[in-house]
């Protein structure tokens, strides 16, 4: 069984430009969730895309969007980046099923806005 | 607003003892909670959930236990081992529409299990 897997791990960007993070669920998984992590805090949600349309949004600016492809892999798109953008950004899928869901997280892309 | 609180940033254990992390929330919608592991360079690793129907929940060395009544949750590892030594996420979901697949998570607190 494969997990998750983001990539990059590591990216710097300047202020202004815009980046595509890549995340591959978990095998059989159908279900992808993205979260922000900024130092010393928890993961924040910030969407989640179920068969390929987005299913859930935390509380992000619209600058902040994303896709699922038919093999549920996932992207997240960042326009207009800021500083405030550097963060670690984990990508989680799950299968939704009995009871509830449980989301298993990649090892994260660490982004760097200068 | 800071809906689940883990107010204690770092704990010390030795080794084969109680290790025992606190998380507080302040939704009485949340009605699955989670416990996640946390080492450098990694994402979260899922370690025990519990159900807002149950109050205890056990997998090995890991218990969570729930208080709805107090709005509080623990995980108990015994005995704790150096492997452990890792940040601990507490995270709590409700259900509905506007809640679909969003864990709100606290703030991570420090473990370190000393030899």
């Known amino acids: 069984e494969t997990g998750v897997t983001q990539s990059p791990t590591h990216l710097i960007k300047t202020r202004g430009q815009q980046v595509t993070l890549r995340c591959s669920s978990q095998s059989g998984h159908n279900t992808v969730s993205w979260y922000q992590q900024a130092l010393g805090q928890g993961p924040q949600f910030i969407f989640q895309?179920?068969?390929?349309?987005?299913?859930g949004r935390g509380n992000f600016p619209p600058r902040f969007s994303g896709l699922q492809f038919p093999n549920y892999s996932s992207e997240l798109n960042v326009n207009a980046l800021e500083l405030d953008d550097s963060a670690l950004y984990l990508c989680a899928s799950s299968l939704p099923g009995a009871e509830r869901e449980t989301q298993y997280f990649g090892p994260g892309t660490r982004l760097l806005v200068l | 607003d800071q809906q689940v609180k883990q107010n204690s940033p770092s704990l010390s254990v030795q080794e084969g003892r109680i290790s025992i992390l606190n998380c507080d929330y302040t939704n009485s919608m949340f009605d699955y909670f989670l416990w996640y592991k946390k080492y450098p360079a990694e994402g979260p690793t899922f370690l025990i959930s519990?159900?807002?129907?149950?109050d205890k929940n056990e997998d090995g060395r890991f218990t969570v236990f729930l208080n709805k009544s107090a709005k509080h949750l623990s995980l108990h590892i015994v005995p704790s081992q150096p492997g452990d030594s890792a940040v601990y996420f507490c995270?709590?979901?409700?259900?509905?529409?506007?809640?679909?697949?969003?864990?709100?998570f606290g703030q991570g607190t420090t473990l370190q299990v000393k030899p």
């Open positions: 895309y179920y068969r390929e349309e987005e299913n």
């Open positions: 519990i159900s807002s129907i149950k």
């Open positions: 995270a709590a979901s409700a259900r509905g529409s506007s809640n679909t697949g969003k864990l709100i």
